[in-house]
């Protein structure tokens, strides 16, 4: 079969185990969120409705039907783009997810990016000085990355360099003195699009804090990861045999070694990237960042189906197409992963 057959079929079978995904994602959530005792009717009508009228919005609502009725009819408004309406604020979920959905991506993709940019150096710097106290301290920086709870991090970030220092900003995407156009949501870029540097200053200084509580975990995992590919590719031949033939280390560190360590981060990016938007509800909520997590936590203490459904959704998507993505990339980079 010729490369591009292959090339179809997997990408095929990808596309429909993410589809499967998705699928059992938003079964699994649509289940749960009908099993909490609660009454949707009455949060949508409101806490002074009189009973006749919270029966009426069940029926409107079609509450009253038996859930897989409810669940069939859901998925066909699904195929139809429709997300429907938050119980508690009779707002499209829609227009919110495209209010929302922006910041919580931007924390994700600044946090995975952070993490990569300083691992993958850090690991192979660690792998090159193997034993020696600078490895010794990129390791003990990698294990604490990796066990520090999320929201004691951002505590004692923000206790730390917005209480004691003042250096950094408490909480908050930006200041309230500064204004711009929203035109893609990203702020980073929104700021830049604006023209006034200033502003872009003041989105980065707020994103400080909450970018390095979410990227101290994938920064571990990513140096730990980096390090043990890199020594394992150094002990293979042809590296041994370059060493001989007296090439430059740095040479033999970042075109020989490194491109063959560096295919594994590509898996960790995707997992990365999962742990930065998970961390996110967390981060948001410690942060006051309005985003999906904070979204999403409001609508599950407030019992908002709907809400708990679409957003749950949403990441899922989000998180499927990134690692499709990383998978495609991965398969071009080594075609044994097509073949296997």
């Known amino acids: 079969m010729s490369g591009a057959g292959v090339g179809a079929r997997y990408l095929t079978r990808r596309a429909a185990t993410s589809l499967l995904v998705v699928l059992g994602v938003v079964t699994i959530t649509f289940v749960i969120s009908r099993l909490v005792p609660s009454d949707p009717a009455q949060l949508y009508a409101g806490a002074r409705a009189r009973p006749e009228q919270v029966e009426q919005v069940r029926q409107d609502l079609n509450l009253d039907a038996p859930v897989l009725s409810q669940y069939v009819s859901y998925l066909g408004d699904l195929v139809q783009g429709d997300l429907g309406v938050s119980f508690a604020t009779r707002r499209p979920i829609a227009h919110d997810l495209r209010r929302f959905l922006p910041a919580t991506l931007e924390l994700a993709f600044a946090a995975t990016v ?38 004691w991090g951002a505590l004692l970030l923000q206790l730390l360099f917005a209480s004691k220092l003042g250096w950094l900003p408490l909480a908050g995407r930006t200041d309230a003195s500064v204004s711009f156009d929203e035109l893609t949501g990203f702020y980073v870029i929104d700021s830049v699009l604006s023209g006034s540097w200033s502003n872009f200053a003041d989105v980065i200084v ?76 967390l981060v948001e909520t410690v942060f006051a960042w309005p ?34 993505a990383l998978d495609l990339v991965q398969a071009r980079l080594d075609p044994r992963v097509e073949l296997s």
Do not use: C, W
Not at 232 to 248: F, K, N
Not at 293 to 322: E, N, Q, S
């Open 114 to 151: 952070l993490s990569m940019v300083v691992g993958i150096p850090a690991g192979v710097i660690a792998a090159a000085r193997q034993s020696r106290m600078s490895d010794t301290s990129i390791r003990l920086l990698a294990v604490t990355g990796v066990s520090m709870p999320v929201f």
């Open 206 to 281: 707020h994103l400080a804090l909450p970018v390095a509580v979410m990227a101290a975990y994938p920064l571990g995992l990513t140096i730990r990861l980096i390090r043990g590919s890199m020594l394992e590719v150094l002990g293979s031949d042809y590296i041994e045999a370059a060493t001989v033939a007296q090439i430059p280390r740095r040479t033999v560190l970042g075109r020989l070694a490194l491109k063959n360590a560096v295919l594994p981060a590509l898996t960790v990016l995707g997992l990365t990237f999962a742990y930065s938007v998970s961390s996110a509800f």
């Open 291 to 324: 985003g999906v997590g904070k979204y999403l936590t409001d609508a599950v203490v407030r019992v908002d189906f709907p809400v708990i459904t679409a957003a749950a959704l949403a990441v899922t998507v989000v998180y499927v197409l990134v690692n499709l």
